[in-house]
């Protein structure tokens, strides 16, 4: 488990340096898979090597990279190598033409965030560690929950031994994984046997709060939304 | 395992900080400012303990400094009453000048100590204080050090802990300092000595009595029990006369339940004698002394590690967790945290939280929900994406089901 994040750290304090060898020849060696999980860093990382020897001025060496290693990428990203193309005219002085953009530092730092999150898909591992993402986890959930002790202070039930949380704990939408369904009539969260069920006008309750509603599927009812009249039977599952 | 609330520390020390940071006038209003206020205000360890300690060591200081003066005072009014001879009077007073000397030294030593740790609580304001938007990622991942760093010294892994604080330079931010105090206290009860463990007691009498803790009396029944062990009833019973008497008044029972072993014998059968000579009370002894330890210095009586993973299991705990295509970005596709987390409440919403299965973002009134005719739903955006690569047609990526851009069917969930 260690050593290929040795090598990823590697490559990262090479690319802080602006040396982009490593990273390339780990992009070349896993290009399949990465065109697989369809993401583009091979290109993005070509065409970083390609500005760097346009800044050190030589033309024709840029010309020639361009061709053996952007030419692959013509007809999907058509667009990007338009661009890179365009500059070729400004070799050794881009600083002060229109594509200076390309020279920002802040590219540096995007591409090696981008190299990370696709080694790290590559390994099958997340992005954050996951002792992060739990701790960060846990210090927006604990307020809630200390107050929620402090209101309790009477009864004694230890919060840990309920079968689900006795207050909502609103987490950052980086921290949200699932697709949590809650029934604006009844306040439950959708389970399997409750399932989200949309409505003809658009509207969405779940699946008991609909046979509550329309006496077991055996009259319309109005969506307590819109004034619309709706049939039981017509209503759709929804998989989210 | 339990928590407890968070210890209401000095309150004069929490709100000023958590004023100061929401109050920064350079700290651009983001919404995450009033969440960083909360997670501030969930430090209260980290400022009490240097604090306590701060406290502890100018008390102990003021104590040295009271008892030599008294001592050079009285001296000085025994030489003024006594009939001292001219050389005696002289060496009387060189002696007592010497110990003056010796006062001196103490104090400049017991000053530069306090100066230091009034310079670690001021790292820790300034510390909690740095915290802001801009290095938000780098101030947790301290934060998640810290965390360690706590962990590891309440499970004595003392030289771990020292290595974490050096490699990132969080020596002011956390206390092996006082955990080495601790330590000392620990092996020699590991090494079945309670000498170190009673002077502890005596160093912090006034405020275990204040928490009304019961250890300096169980230290005192383990040594009763050693000396019953080894047979030397004559000076056990020497020694409750002396030691456990005192007790008896407020723990009769346990004490009669100890004495009893006089008659029963260090191989006794019988079960309720026979657990009191198991040398798991050795370890009983460890953890009330660990638990007495963190309640004098305000720490919280779980390591934090416990609290906050307990907290964030929970609240990121659903069904869909212990599925198998759960995605990998979630802490509980993977086996160790599933494991933590079974014995955990699920977590609670109010409000309905989509996530598209495409984008893996959220869908909420800027990016609606999009339904196709077989019921699978995906964000607007990614519907947008794949349509416009597919002229208009769109193929669920789970059904495989086709059809067109056209057909969709938005859905409003609130």
Redesign the interface.
């Known amino acids: 488990m260690k050593s290929p994040f040795l090598e990823m750290y590697q490559i990262l304090e090479a690319m802080k340096n602006q040396d982009l060898e490593p990273a390339l020849k780990w992009a070349t060696s896993n290009s399949d898979k990465l065109a697989q999980s369809g993401s583009d860093i091979v290109l993005k990382l070509h065409s970083m090597q390609f500005v760097k020897i346009l800044q050190n001025g030589s033309r024709d060496e840029a010309l020639h990279y361009a061709r053996t290693y952007l030419s692959p990428f013509a007809s999907s990203h058509i667009a990007d190598i338009q661009k890179l193309m365009g500059s070729l005219l400004w070799t050794g002085k881009l600083d002060s033409s229109p594509y200076h953009a390309l020279l920002s530092p802040s590219n540096w730092d995007r591409l090696a965030e981008e190299l990370k999150r696709q080694f790290c898909n590559l390994l ?5 560690s ?14 809630p ?2 107050k929620f ?2 209101v309790m202070v009477g009864k004694k039930q ?12 609103e ?3 980086e ?8 029934c ?1 009539v009844s ?1 439950e ?1 959708a ?1 399997e046997d409750n399932p989200p069920m ?1 409505m003809s006008c ?3 309750l779940c699946k008991q709060s609909i046979s509550k509603m329309s006496k077991n599927g055996s009259k319309l009812f109005k969506c307590p ?1 819109c004034p619309f009249d709706v049939d039981a039977a017509l209503c ?5 | 395992m339990e928590m407890d609330s968070l210890p209401n520390g000095n309150n004069t020390t929490g709100t000023p900080i958590a004023a100061g940071a929401g109050a920064n006038p350079t700290a651009p209003p983001s919404s995450n400012l009033p969440q960083l206020t909360e997670s501030l205000k969930l430090e209260h360890q980290f400022l009490r303990v240097p604090f306590e300690h701060y406290k502890k060591t100018i008390r102990a200081n003021h104590r040295a400094v009271e008892k030599e003066m008294s001592a050079v005072i009285s001296g000085v009014t025994d030489a003024a009453a006594a009939d001292f001879s001219p050389d005696d009077a002289v060496n009387h007073l060189n002696s007592l000048v010497s110990r003056l000397q010796g006062l001196k030294r103490k104090l400049e030593e017991g000053s530069l100590a306090e100066h230091l740790q009034a310079q670690k609580c001021r790292a820790r304001i300034d510390h909690l204080e740095s915290a802001d938007a801009d290095n938000l990622s780098e101030w947790n991942n301290t934060r998640l050090k810290r965390i360690l760093v706590d962990y590891m010294l309440r499970m004595s892994y003392y030289d771990t802990a020292q290595k974490l604080a050096e490699c990132n330079n969080l020596q002011d931010l956390v206390d092996i300092d006082v955990f080495q105090e601790a330590k000392k206290v620990i092996d020699a009860l590991q090494n079945k000595d309670v000498a170190p463990a009673l002077a502890w007691c005596a160093d912090n009498k006034p405020r275990l009595k204040k928490s009304k803790s019961k250890l300096e009396f169980q230290l005192r029944l383990q040594e009763f029990i050693e000396l019953v062990r080894a047979e030397n009833n004559l000076r056990a019973v020497a020694y409750a006369r002396k030691y456990l008497a005192p007790w008896g008044a407020t723990h009769m029972k346990e004490l009669q339940r100890v004495l009893a072993t006089l008659a029963f014998r260090r191989d006794t059968e019988c079960a309720t004698y026979k657990v009191l000579f198991e040398a798991k009370q050795w370890d009983y002894l460890v953890d009330q002394f660990k638990q007495e330890f963190c309640k004098l210095y305000g720490m919280t009586l779980e390591p934090l590690l416990n609290i906050y993973l307990q907290a964030g299991l929970s609240a990121l705990k659903t069904p869909y967790c212990y599925e198998d295509d759960c995605t990998k970005e979630d802490p509980l596709s993977q086996e160790a945290f599933r494991t933590l987390a079974l014995p955990l409440p699920y977590s609670k919403q109010h409000h309905s939280k989509l996530v598209c299965y495409i984008t893996k973002e959220l869908m909420d009134t800027e990016n609606p929900p999009q339904v196709l005719p077989n019921g699978y739903v995906y964000s607007t955006k990614a519907l947008e994406e794949m349509a416009k690569k597919n002229n208009g047609r769109i193929i669920c990526p789970r059904s495989g089901v086709e059809c067109n851009y056209g057909d969709l069917m938005k859905a409003y969930i609130s």
């Open positions: 099958g591992q997340s992005y954050n996951p002792l992060s993402v739990t701790i960060s986890a846990g210090v927006q959930a604990l307020p929950l200390l002790m402090n230890e919060w840990q031994t309920m079968n689900q949380l006795p207050v909502p704990v987490l950052d939408s921290l949200q994984f699932h697709s949590i369904f809650v604006p306040k969260q389970t949309l658009g509207h969405v939304y759709k599952q929804l998989y989210f």
